[in-house]
């Protein structure tokens, strides 16, 4: 985890955290990707974690099919290109519409930081899933937030 620790009149900082971080089973197949380290540092860093799942704010049930991008986050976000689920369902407006509840709730509660999941189509920062594969760059809940001046680190997960 980077950045300073930050508390104001000795309230703790709240930050938005990928829900199957906090081990709510949420994840696409189900399962979870609860990460006891990252939760230790948040409270040690006096960091409140809002617990929070775009996929599943935008609509999708779990579990769901694995869904990837088509184009870079940027340009889904843009208009141009898709999300898909293997199956080649288009599920384009429940991931905006996730990644947009995300950018509500952090400007609604003064959300200045994510810790996302890594490599997933919605909360990747460094690495997301394009046509399949495994590239770098964003998934669409972290590119919106990082447009609107959200702070994102991408955490893996599962770590005692």
């Known amino acids: 985890m ?3 620790d930050s508390t104001r009149d000795g309230e703790r900082e709240k930050v938005l955290v990928s829900a199957c971080l906090l081990g709510k089973r949420c994840k696409y197949d189900g399962g979870d990707n609860a990460d006891g380290v990252l939760r230790r540092e948040l409270e040690s860093r006096g960091f409140e974690a809002v617990p929070f799942c775009p996929e599943e704010e935008g609509g999708l049930g779990t579990p769901r099919p694995p869904a990837w991008l088509t184009a870079s986050a940027e340009e889904v976000l843009d208009g141009a290109g898709a ?10 407006a429940e991931f905006r519409a996730g990644a947009d509840k995300a950018l509500e709730l952090c400007a609604r509660a003064g959300l200045k930081r994510a810790f996302l999941k890594e490599r997933s189509p919605s909360c990747g920062c460094a690495s997301t899933h394009v046509d ?8 669409m809940t972290a590119a919106l937030l ?12 599962r770590r005692s």
Not at 83 to 92: C, E, I, L, S
Not at 150 to 156: D, L, Y
């Open 132 to 139: 399949g594969e495994l590239v770098d760059g964003p998934g």
């Open 146 to 157: 990082r447009r609107n001046g959200v702070e994102c680190e991408g955490i893996e997960g």
């Open 83 to 92: 999300v898909v689920t293997d199956a080649g369902r288009d599920v384009t």
């Open 2 to 4: 980077s950045g300073d």
